[in-house]
C-alpha cells in the first residue's frame, strides 16, 4: 500500500541551521553509518558553508528539511563526491534525519524533491553511497527507482558499502 508522503520544504541551509543539525543529529542511532558519533558544532558550521557555496555553484546542495511547522528534521540533497575513492566527480544524493523523524516519509519525500531540483539543475545521473548494513536507506534508494551498481569497502573504515545509481 502506498500512502501518501508528508509534506516537506526544502531551503539552502543557514548559519543557524548549523546548531540545528548539530542538535538533530546527536542520537548514537542517527550518527551508526556516519562514525558512531555526533560531530562538534564546527563541522555542521563549516558543512552548512559549503552547501551555501554549491547552491551558488552548482543550483544545488544538501538542503534542510523542514515540515509543515518550519521545523528542521535533517537535511537531503546532493553534492560532488569529492573523496579520492569511489564515484569522484559524481554527484551524490543524500540525507540523513533526526531519529524522531524515522518512519514518517519524510526522506523520500525530500528525496523526491532533491531528483527533481539536481534535474532541473543539469544534472543527468546520479548515485548514493550506502553502509550496507543500512537498510533504512538501501530502501530510500528502491523507493526512488535507484539499481545496485557496485560494492564497495570504504578506505578507512573498512565497512562494506553499496552505490546506487539513477539515470535523470
Not at 531519529?99 to 527533481?116: I, N
Not at 543500512?134 to 553499496?162: C, D, Y
Amino acid at each position: 500500500m502506498n500512502r501518501a508522503l508528508p509534506a516537506v520544504r526544502l531551503r539552502v541551509p543557514t548559519d543557524e541551521d548549523a546548531v540545528a543539525w548539530h542538535r538533530v543529529f546527536a542520537h548514537p542511532d542517527v550518527m551508526e553509518f556516519h562514525g558512531g558519533r555526533a560531530a562538534g558544532l564546527s563541522v555542521y558550521e563549516e558543512l552548512t558553508a559549503r552547501q551555501r557555496r554549491h547552491d551558488a555553484e552548482r543550483g544545488f546542495c544538501l538542503w534542510s528539511v523542514l515540515d509543515e511547522e518550519d521545523r528542521i528534521l535533517g537535511f537531503t540533497g546532493a553534492q560532488p563526491w569529492e573523496r579520492d575513492w569511489g564515484p569522484t566527480g559524481e554527484t551524490e544524493i543524500g540525507w540523513r534525519l533526526g531519529r524522531e523523524h524515522w518512519g514518517k516519509g519524510y526522506v523520500t519525500a525530500a528525496a523526491r524533491q532533491t531528483l527533481e531540483r539536481v534535474r532541473a539543475a543539469g544534472v543527468t545521473d546520479v548515485v548514493a553511497m550506502v553502509d550496507a548494513g543500512n537498510s533504512r536507506s538501501i530502501a530510500v534508494t528502491r523507493r526512488l527507482g535507484m539499481r545496485l551498481a557496485e560494492t564497495f569497502t570504504t578506505p578507512v573504515s573498512r565497512r562494506a558499502g553499496h552505490c546506487y545509481r539513477l539515470a535523470l
